[in-house]
């Protein structure tokens, strides 16, 4: 399923902040996201696009969309 979802951070060196807003996720589990792909072991989530911790989970998700990168590219 694609869309915009709101999903759990995992803690410590996975937090996520307001400044990773536009940064490609990862998934930790099917519920959790991560700041980062522990070491190439975890798939891509897609793209955090907003932090609101008054909704479920408080992270929305752009599910299956890894952010662009920044120049070099076509």
């Known amino acids: 399923e694609t869309g915009t979802f709101y999903l759990a951070c995992a803690g410590s060196s996975d937090a996520l902040v307001q400044s990773d807003i536009g940064a490609t996720v990862y998934l930790v589990d099917n ?3 991560g700041k980062t792909d522990g070491s190439s072991a975890r798939p891509v989530a897609g793209v955090l696009m907003n932090i ?5 989970g408080g992270y929305a998700i ?4 890894p952010a662009p990168s920044i120049g070099g590219g076509p």
């Open 31 to 33: 519920r959790t996201i």
């Open 52 to 56: 609101d911790t008054s909704q479920p």
């Open 62 to 65: 752009k599910l299956g969309t």
